[in-house]
């Protein structure tokens, strides 16, 4: 007998048991099962997802890749042999979810010990049913009531595919779980396999790293508490002879914004598996009787276009399906924050003297940073007393909020909810409230420490007072930073085998807060920041609106930074800012134009200090500001192409957006130095439609005399364009407008 579901893909905040509103849902065919050979095929984009159950009534990978045929069917996995008596069939057969027992050696998606010291777990088929578009499909230790239920949805447009795991305990007893992943991805058999991932640090963040895979394993991960910029938790493994727009890529992330892992293996036979979910590093999840955890979702997808196609599908993941407001998203408003302007010297006159200055260049939102609350005049003190300083603020937010409301602006705030300083009133009165070792130092970051957001007196106390804040003043964003990673994780008020818990409970109870926030205050947007790029997952997305890439806003290395982040999300959740020149980071000097042309591949904020431009430097910026709403839903929402990467010391940098309509495409090039007078080289654009005309205009800069002032796609992409670009750090943009077919 074969049965189809009706599936439906919904985002984080639908599905997870934080959620607090509905989600649309769009129905689709994509789930298959065959009840007669337990076989499960998902269909989805151009892509087929096949598992099944397999004679010894384990999960097995049958197949993912390219879209395969219907007439093509569905044939029950058969567990590998094994190798030898070192390697045996656990070890070889690409398992959907392993648990760790019996001789299993890979990476294992599960490990529990339970109070008698067993630790071995075999975890085979029940039963499977779909409920609201997830498919699950439950296992079961041979004896012990431990169940392990596997769900399963799909994204029709995409064909991603996002997976989790809920352990359920019914044995009667508590037991620790020592490792728990969300899902193992099996890849086809081979050794020509290429794993691209992130890197960074403060500062330096995103950077591309391109390695083969080999034999053994490679640990992609933070230990760090919170999501980190050390490894983001994303992948993409693609064959040797792929491109940025050809050949084959499975790619996925984890929607998880504490301490995680991502293992890619490669085993005994040349399998390939990657295997993602908590860090276990330090861990060891207390589950009560009856009690169930569920892991995070994780995603993943496959193309045969390319590098670039599998950042394009899921940045269409991320825009349609995971922000919260999906597929309706707003437009990021172009927004000045007055913190590189002011610092912590902020009051009342200074900050709408900005605020005036940033309306006429045309800003729609203001944020005023750091240094508005409690005895908050440097970061040595005040964070933790969310008050606001009657000294800077004699008559509290509302006569500076009516002044950026009457210049036409929403007005924004910098909050830092997790941290307390020492020095606070606060911490005086429950320094018990920090992340902590009884007895032991607590090692201060920034001035600061974490404070223990697992404890539900903390979560409360967060909670009330951004509500409070956001109920008193018309507040329409916040700011939400997170300036140090944890260090001694400990939760004393709890009983030692569960303080380890606090890795789980804290990410929960900060989802929680964002959920509960947004449930009571719908209009309020949210940006995840910390220290720049080190909150940025596939879960925190799905709460906030905006994400904060690096402190670093240097316009040249902001290229490579933004080069790297969009491997993985969208231009549309981008922030980057214009700021001075030279900058703190390099102290290089590059234009305004060049900065602005930077900046307006993203979502484009001003950070700059106006007070110190000069009138030709404000009506520069006016301009590009009324360029940049011109094609803000392209640089948004479009398709990305990355024509040139600015890294392995390049001398150019080309991206170019499309809409989705194909109606009109902007490109941006750069150039770090020219040299021996060579041109520079022409640039061929990608993703037009080849039969439309396409108009072109200059946004800032000059194509050679000989081009066209209109044109088909076809022309665009294979005749290309050339751009008169000279000198050091130099940069022009253009707009091609569809006119006609």
């Not at 670039?308 to 269409?316: E, K, L, N, Q, V």
């Not at 910098?414 to 005086?428: F, G, H, I, K, Q």
């Amino acid at each position: 007998m074969h049965r189809r579901f009706a599936a439906r893909f919904c985002s984080f905040a639908c599905l997870a048991s934080l959620a607090t509103t509905a989600c649309a849902q769009r129905p689709t065919d994509a789930i298959h099962v065959d009840d007669v050979s337990h076989v499960f095929r998902i269909d989805a984009g151009d892509m087929t997802y096949e598992f099944g159950v397999n004679e010894d009534k384990r999960l097995q990978t049958i197949y993912w890749g390219e879209h395969l045929s219907e007439k093509d069917h569905p044939q029950s996995p058969k567990a590998s042999q094994g190798m030898s008596s070192f390697d045996s069939s656990r070890n070889t057969t690409p398992q959907e979810f392993g648990a760790w027992g019996g001789g299993l050696y890979v990476e294992p998606d599960l490990k529990i010990t339970f109070p008698d010291g067993n630790r071995d777990l075999d975890l085979r088929y029940v039963s499977h049913s779909m409920h609201d578009g997830v498919l699950s499909v439950q296992m079961k230790d041979i004896s012990l009531t431990v169940v392990v239920t596997l769900q399963y949805k799909v994204d029709d447009a995409t064909g991603i595919v996002g997976r989790r795991a809920l352990i359920e305990n019914g044995t009667g007893k508590p037991f620790i779980i020592e490792s728990a992943s969300s899902a193992t991805w099996n890849l086809p058999r081979g050794t020509n396999y290429i794993l691209r991932y992130l890197s960074g640090r403060w500062a330096g963040e995103w950077t591309v790293n391109d390695q083969n895979v080999k034999p053994g394993k490679t640990i992609l991960e933070s230990r760090r508490g919170t999501t980190g910029a050390q490894n983001n938790p994303w992948f993409s493994i693609r064959r040797n002879d792929t491109t940025e727009e050809n050949g084959e890529v499975w790619f996925g992330g984890l929607a998880w914004g504490g301490s995680w892992q991502i293992a890619v293996e490669q085993d005994a036979v040349q399998q390939v598996r990657v295997t993602g979910g908590y860090n276990p590093f330090d861990f060891g999840y207390h589950l009560k009787a009856g009690a169930t955890l569920e892991t995070p979702w994780f995603y993943a997808g496959h193309t045969s276009h390319g590098l670039g196609d599998a950042s394009r599908r899921m940045h269409r993941l991320e825009m349609d399906t995971l922000v919260p407001h999906a597929p309706h998203e707003k437009l990021r408003p172009v927004l000045y924050n007055s913190w590189e302007a002011t610092e912590f010297k902020v009051d009342e006159a200074g900050q709408e003297a900005l605020a005036e200055k940033a309306a006429a260049i045309g800003a729609e939102r203001f944020v005023m940073d750091d240094g508005w609350f409690g005895a908050r005049n440097n970061d040595h003190a005040g964070l933790g007393d969310w008050t606001v300083n009657p000294q800077k603020f004699p008559n509290g937010l509302k006569p500076l909020i009516d002044k950026v409301h009457s210049l036409h602006m929403d007005f924004g705030l910098w909050v830092e909810p997790e941290m307390v300083n020492p020095d606070s009133d606060l911490y005086r009165k429950h320094p018990d409230w920090a992340l902590n070792f009884s007895g032991r130092p607590r090692t201060e970051g920034r001035n600061q420490l974490v404070l223990n957001l697992a404890r539900e007196d903390v979560r409360q106390y967060v909670f009330t007072f951004l509500d409070k804040l956001l109920t008193e003043n018309d507040i329409a964003f916040l700011k939400w930073d997170y300036n140090r990673n944890w260090s001694e994780p400990g939760w004393p008020a709890v009983a030692p085998e569960e303080q380890k818990n606090v890795y789980v409970d804290f990410i929960h109870n900060f989802y929680g807060i964002l959920a509960e926030l947004r449930k009571k205050h719908p209009n309020v947007e949210i940006e995840s920041c910390s220290g720049g790029g080190s909150r940025v997952d596939l879960g925190v997305i799905g709460l906030t609106d905006e994400v904060w890439p690096s402190d670093n806003t240097d316009a040249f290395d902001r290229l490579r930074i933004q080069n790297g982040f969009t491997q993985a999300y969208a231009p549309g959740i981008m922030m980057a800012w214009v700021t001075d020149s030279p900058t703190w980071v390099n102290q290089r000097t590059l234009s305004l134009p060049y900065r602005f042309l930077s900046s307006m591949q993203g979502s484009l904020g001003i950070g700059a200090n106006l007070t110190k431009f000069t009138p030709e430097e404000l009506n520069t910026s006016q301009k590009m500001i009324a360029e940049y709403k011109n094609i803000r839903e392209t640089a948004q929402r479009g398709e990305l192409y990355r024509l040139v990467y600015p890294t392995d010391g390049s001398e150019e940098a080309v991206t170019e957006s499309v809409s989705r309509d194909k109606q009109q495409a902007v490109l941006f090039t750069f150039l770090h130095s020219s040299t021996e007078l060579y041109p520079y080289p022409r640039v061929f654009l990608r993703g037009l439609d080849p039969d439309r005309i396409y108009s072109l205009s200059s946004i800032y800069g000059k194509a050679s005399d000989e081009t066209p002032a209109s044109a088909t796609g076809s022309y665009w992409m294979h005749h290309g364009i050339n751009i008169e670009l000279r000198g050091d750090f130099q940069a022009a943009a253009f707009v091609l407008q569809g006119v006609s077919h």
